[in-house]
């Protein structure tokens, strides 16, 4: 699942996105966690992996939490690693560590260690197992002051090791002024995983030590966006906005700043870009970083990009099934259910060709379509991941040239109505639905609505990748969605 991505204007991205070109996967990584493999979130349908975040002012990093005993256990030597020098032996049911200038001597299934020539009691015993040495959660108060010499602050329930001044502090307003939004300030700059469900927007910050606010229940008095609540558990802070209307964030001030504001409904005039820039040949043309502006009728209704291809073979889903052969096949599958409804579909690809993002982005803009739908296939975790474009509010203009990377920012409106009616959709057919908002490419490149799909396996493994039953639900689900777009387009005046 390569993908590339652009590097957005505002600022949330920049501590990830130090080029112009990511894949996906550091994409995700950077959106996701940082420091760990695991998943991580308390909203994510399979069945999450215990952990401990450590934060201190150099880094910030998970472990994971084992249970041992009915109690909760963590590795010491891969807790230090990332702190400073550190080595550990074990001796018989002895084990004996060494971090920076100071020695601990542990004992399996003992609650007495001695430390720099002294004995400490732990409230649980020490835990050899297979030569790795476990330490229970609660010991971490009194082993590490000792063994770093220096006080740290130990929040159990959420799983959080705080071990310098790290805490980022946040306050939330309403601003009724337009842009009307609820606008959240951090005292240094975040970059949460954001996801949205029906009358929901959750920030999960898992690298980011956010750390409460006076009360954890916060309220605005106002209808569309009437409260946010803050929590934290197993290593992540949430702040989650409750709301009567779909939601979508923004981020500014170096990701000092995050507005949350109502998703603007579909509306026609997002379809057409103006100004009117036909060229001669009546055709918009691709030139360099730059694409024409222009009004030409719309000549089909959907543009369905089955991803990689060719030479590209995308993701090895299987050992026999590769990623461009999976998008292929959904793409198909869903062409023909938009047919079924009448609806004209183009295929950027329908064979094993090789295309660039530019061809790909190119091909779609030129069909005018009233949507563009990217469509990538992993095997990694279930259900469906919904991507939007993160683009700047609008679109840079350049003459009758729009920039290339904001080329979508004109249309982001109708983009995040889609996603919405699609996730409600999956939902329906209880498919497991993540929506994010990524500066990706090509969808940062699309004058069209746009939104990206990416389809793991439902329960069943990779196998449901090639199993025409899931294949249908998926092409229903998004052929469902996006006729509910064009009703809202064909309902507006
Ligand atoms: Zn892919």
């Given at each position: 699942m390569r993908w590339s991505s652009t590097r957005p204007r505002t600022g949330v991205w920049s501590t990830c996105n130090k080029t112009n070109s990511r894949t996906l996967d550091a994409v995700l990584a950077c959106a996701f966690i940082v420091s760990s493999a695991s998943a991580i979130f308390s909203f994510s349908a399979s069945a999450e992996e215990k952990q401990l975040s450590i934060y201190s002012s150099a880094t910030s990093y998970s472990v994971s939490v084992k249970p041992h005993d009915g109690q909760d256990y963590v590795a010491l030597l891969e807790l230090l690693q990332r702190l400073g020098p550190v080595t550990a032996k074990a001796d018989g049911s002895r084990w004996k560590l060494r971090f920076k200038n100071s020695e601990a001597q542990f004992e399996n299934g003992k609650t007495r260690v001695r430390i720099r020539g002294r004995d400490v009691n732990l409230p649980m015993s020490f835990v050899l197992d297979n030569g790795r040495g476990l330490v229970p959660v609660s010991a971490l108060s009194i082993l590490l002051p000792e063994l770093l010499g220096k006080p740290i602050t130990l929040h159990e329930p959420s799983g959080r090791l705080f071990l310098d001044n790290t805490a980022v502090h946040f306050t939330a307003q309403m601003n009724n002024a337009a842009p009307a939004g609820l606008v959240i300030n951090f005292s240094s700059p975040v970059n949460p995983m954001i996801a949205t469900e029906p009358g929901k927007l959750r920030m999960v910050f898992q690298h980011e030590a956010v750390v409460a606010p006076g009360s954890e229940i916060l309220t605005f008095g106002n209808k569309l966006i009437p409260s946010a609540t803050y929590s934290a558990t197993n290593g992540a802070a949430e702040i989650a906005v409750s709301a009567a209307v779909p939601l979508f964030a923004s981020f500014?001030?170096?990701?000092?700043?995050?507005?949350?504001?109502?998703?603007?409904?579909?509306?026609?005039?997002?379809?057409?870009?103006?100004?009117?820039?036909?060229?001669?040949?009546?055709?918009?043309?691709?030139?360099?970083?730059?694409?024409?502006?222009?009004?030409?009728?719309?000549?089909?209704?959907?543009?369905?990009?089955?991803?990689?291809?060719?030479?590209?073979?995308?993701?090895?889903?299987?050992?026999?099934?590769?990623?461009?052969?999976?998008?292929?096949?959904?793409?198909?599958?869903?062409?023909?259910?938009?047919?079924t409804h009448g609806l004209s579909t183009l295929l950027v690809r329908n064979g094993d060709e090789t295309l660039t993002l530019d061809q790909r982005s190119g091909i779609a803009n030129r069909a005018h379509p009233a949507i563009y739908v990217c469509i990538h296939a992993s095997s990694e975790g279930t259900g469906i991941r919904l991507y939007t474009a993160l683009v700047p509010a609008a679109g840079e203009s350049h003459g009758l040239f729009i920039d290339w990377n904001s080329a979508q920012a004109a249309s982001i409106d109708t983009s995040q109505s889609a996603a919405t009616n699609l996730a409600a959709e999956f939902s329906k057919r209880r498919i497991p639905t993540r929506s994010l908002v990524a500066p990706l490419r090509p969808l940062n490149n699309i004058t069209s609505a746009a939104v990206a799909i990416e389809v793991a396996p439902f329960t069943g493994g990779v196998s449901d990748l090639s199993s025409s039953g899931y294949q249908q639900q998926i092409a229903e689900s998004v052929v469902a969605g996006i006729l509910e777009v064009r009703a809202k387009l064909v309902a507006k005046p």
């Amino acid at each position: 699942m390569r993908w590339s991505s652009t590097r957005p204007r505002t600022g949330v991205w920049s501590t990830c996105n130090k080029t112009n070109s990511r894949t996906l996967d550091a994409v995700l990584a950077c959106a996701f966690i940082v420091s760990s493999a695991s998943a991580i979130f308390s909203f994510s349908a399979s069945a999450e992996e215990k952990q401990l975040s450590i934060y201190s002012s150099a880094t910030s990093y998970s472990v994971s939490v084992k249970p041992h005993d009915g109690q909760d256990y963590v590795a010491l030597l891969e807790l230090l690693q990332r702190l400073g020098p550190v080595t550990a032996k074990a001796d018989g049911s002895r084990w004996k560590l060494r971090f920076k200038n100071s020695e601990a001597q542990f004992e399996n299934g003992k609650t007495r260690v001695r430390i720099r020539g002294r004995d400490v009691n732990l409230p649980m015993s020490f835990v050899l197992d297979n030569g790795r040495g476990l330490v229970p959660v609660s010991a971490l108060s009194i082993l590490l002051p000792e063994l770093l010499g220096k006080p740290i602050t130990l929040h159990e329930p959420s799983g959080r090791l705080f071990l310098d001044n790290t805490a980022v502090h946040f306050t939330a307003q309403m601003n009724n002024a337009a842009p009307a939004g609820l606008v959240i300030n951090f005292s240094s700059p975040v970059n949460p995983m954001i996801a949205t469900e029906p009358g929901k927007l959750r920030m999960v910050f898992q690298h980011e030590a956010v750390v409460a606010p006076g009360s954890e229940i916060l309220t605005f008095g106002n209808k569309l966006i009437p409260s946010a609540t803050y929590s934290a558990t197993n290593g992540a802070a949430e702040i989650a906005v409750s709301a009567a209307v779909p939601l979508f964030a923004s981020f500014s001030n170096g990701g000092r700043t995050i507005t949350i504001s109502p998703a603007p409904q579909a509306s026609p005039t997002a379809q057409s870009v103006a100004p009117a820039a036909a060229t001669p040949s009546g055709q918009p043309q691709t030139a360099g970083n730059t694409i024409t502006n222009s009004n030409l009728p719309v000549h089909y209704f959907v543009v369905l990009d089955p991803s990689h291809g060719g030479s590209e073979r995308g993701a090895a889903l299987s050992d026999d099934l590769g990623e461009k052969t999976a998008t292929l096949n959904f793409a198909l599958r869903m062409r023909q259910e938009f047919e079924t409804h009448g609806l004209s579909t183009l295929l950027v690809r329908n064979g094993d060709e090789t295309l660039t993002l530019d061809q790909r982005s190119g091909i779609a803009n030129r069909a005018h379509p009233a949507i563009y739908v990217c469509i990538h296939a992993s095997s990694e975790g279930t259900g469906i991941r919904l991507y939007t474009a993160l683009v700047p509010a609008a679109g840079e203009s350049h003459g009758l040239f729009i920039d290339w990377n904001s080329a979508q920012a004109a249309s982001i409106d109708t983009s995040q109505s889609a996603a919405t009616n699609l996730a409600a959709e999956f939902s329906k057919r209880r498919i497991p639905t993540r929506s994010l908002v990524a500066p990706l490419r090509p969808l940062n490149n699309i004058t069209s609505a746009a939104v990206a799909i990416e389809v793991a396996p439902f329960t069943g493994g990779v196998s449901d990748l090639s199993s025409s039953g899931y294949q249908q639900q998926i092409a229903e689900s998004v052929v469902a969605g996006i006729l509910e777009v064009r009703a809202k387009l064909v309902a507006k005046p």
